[in-house]
């Protein structure tokens, strides 16, 4: 096992070495097909910008501006410049930034698309056309990713897709089991959620900050700690990419900045994971006199495409007052994923708890963005009647449905002009998926008529966390950066694994499929590093 992280001699000795791999990123895509190269003997090299080792605790204000602290807590340390619906801000992105990348703060719900993500039907259109992959193709891997990830839950009724790679969860808590009672009742079919946490004693199914008990399936516990193990892997932590210098048809080295020093370090393949934000950034940045508009990127389709899930957040009281101890993140619900001929996504429990504060929140943006909002002397009325609400009703349970964004070509990603180091994210969201928003909550509310449900929000939210679809993969090389196996149509030896590769966004948590992905990808690559005889630039079924 090597990490290398602070010896200059040593970072030299890495240059002067020829990689089978590097690897740009370890987070989920990028951890994940290391450990499969690694597995199978190659030698990889995982660039990471962030640390190994973290001195902070790991929760912190998430509106800390200090870089270095922001570094020892595993958030990303730069903002990004966004633009949505022509409003201008500068937000930090709910991403993670060391060795785990965003999965060291992720929610670890792991689960996988329907079949008609893939491979839409007359019955379930899809406005891409689909996956230039099947169903077939990612289930092998879907199941792989499940056992490697530790994935507990009980299977979703209404799949006829095989689960048993679940492993048995505890018991959820008594107001949890309320709930899975009552939506039974209420005609849904609700089933344990799929996640990563290990449940160790005292579990506190950690989300938004580090577990420091190694109880939740990270990508550095999961994935790369194993790999290293292997011999096969060295890490080399804090050093971040600057761009990758190409010529017309290859990747011929990694240029890096690392403690004041800049590296050119060489793979025969090179796999970018940092997300989707970041890998179209580093490919428009690498642009020269071959790759003018930024590498690989021919089609002009580096960037563009980007897709966020909305997320529709509701409150809902249970018909009696129930223990809270134990899981919370328990609950899952698929019967929404197409509903009315529209396609919107999971709803799923997301064991955080409503009460006055969050219910006063809510009122409060109601009243100042409706009609009442002209009746002013009546808005201090409102705190009274949180109050009173939760006096009556108790704490609400929080569950989500996290709606599916279609791409559009001019949601994208881009560099600022004035300053290349700079991600500029422009976003309009579109007709379509406000009235989907609205789809769902009508439906939820309906649905369960029998149970006091609030939706806790009035315009479309999007997760910033899920960015996706910024290097799509697909057979068009036109309309495409990436073929069926993640590498570049145009580059011979460049591949792309993170969220960036989904031509679709999906309606549940990205990250199994990113998982699932990698290993794909990882067997196809492994097998080409060993096949010597294979040219370059075939695509290995």
């Known amino acids: 096992m090597t990490c290398i992280s602070d010896n200059a001699a040593h970072i030299r000795s890495i240059a002067n070495e020829l990689w089978d791999t590097i690897i740009i990123g370890t987070g989920v895509g990028g951890a994940t097909i290391g450990y499969r190269l690694a597995k199978e003997g190659h030698r990889v090299l995982f660039i990471e910008k962030g640390k190994a080792h973290f001195s902070s605790p790991g929760s912190m204000d998430e509106r800390q501006e200090d870089a270095e602290k922001r570094l020892e807590s595993a958030y990303w340390p730069n903002r990004i410049s966004m633009r949505v619906n022509g409003r201008e801000s500068e937000i930090f992105a709910p991403l993670g930034c060391g060795v785990g990348g965003t ?84 005609g849904l079919d609700p089933y344990r959620l799929h996640v990563g946490f290990g449940y160790k004693p005292g579990c506190l199914e950690c989300g938004g900050k580090r577990c420091e008990r190694t109880c939740r399936s990270d990508a550095r516990s999961v994935c790369l700690d194993p790999a290293m193990r292997t011999g096969c892997a060295t890490l080399l932590p804090e050093c971040e990419v600057v761009r990758l210098d190409a010529d017309s048809e290859r990747v011929r080295s990694v240029i890096c900045h690392h403690e004041g020093q800049h590296y050119s370090i060489r793979g025969k393949t090179v796999v970018l994971a940092a997300g989707a934000y970041h890998s179209p950034a580093v490919l428009l940045r690498s642009r020269n006199s071959a790759w003018p508009n930024g590498l690989a990127n021919g089609s002009g389709m580096v960037g563009r ?85 939760t006096l009556l009703l108790g704490r609400a349970t929080i ?143």
């Open 399 to 541: 569950f989500t449905m996290i709606i599916e964004d279609f791409p559009h070509r001019e949601n994208r990603v881009s560099l600022d002009e004035n300053d290349p180091a700079r991600i500029c994210v422009s976003y309009d969201v579109p007709d379509e998926l406000r009235d989907r928003t609205q789809t769902a909550r009508r439906s939820v509310r309906r649905a369960l008529n029998g149970l006091k449900v609030l939706p806790l929000q009035i315009e479309v939210q999007l997760n910033y966390g899920h960015p996706c679809g910024t290097c799509c993969f697909g057979h068009d090389p036109s309309e495409s950066v990436l073929d069926a196996n993640c590498k570049a149509h145009e580059v011979d030896n460049l591949y792309v694994v993170d969220a960036s590769f989904m031509p679709s966004s999906g309606g549940a948590n990205p990250s199994l499929t990113i998982a699932a992905n990698a290993l794909r990808v990882g067997r196809a690559l492994s097998d080409r590093l060993k096949e010597a005889v294979v040219p370059l630039g075939r695509v290995i079924a």
């Open 103 to 186: 999965s060291l703060l992720y929610a670890a719900t792991l689960e996988r698309f329907e079949p008609s993500d893939l491979e839409p039907t007359n019955d379930h259109p899809h406005p891409t056309g689909g996956w230039p992959i099947r169903w077939d193709d990612l289930l092998p891997y879907y199941e792989e990713a499940e056992r490697l990830y530790r994935v507990f839950g009980t299977p979703d009724p209404l799949s006829d897709q095989p689960q048993h790679m679940l492993r048995l969860p505890p018991s959820a808590s008594a107001v949890d089991r309320h709930f899975m009672q009552a939506f039974s009742q209420a």
């Open 305 to 389: 495409n980007l897709m966020f899930h909305a997320n529709e957040w509701i409150a809902i009281w249970p018909k009696k007052k129930a223990a809270v101890a134990g899981p919370r993140k328990v609950i899952g619900i698929r019967n929404f994923y197409i509903h009315q001929g529209k396609r919107l996504g999971i709803l799923q429990s997301t064991g955080l708890s409503a009460g006055y504060s969050e219910i006063y929140g809510f009122m409060l943006t109601w009243f100042d963005r409706g009609h009442f909002r002209r009746v002013y002397p009546l808005r201090p009325l409102l705190r009274m009647i949180a109050k009173i609400g």
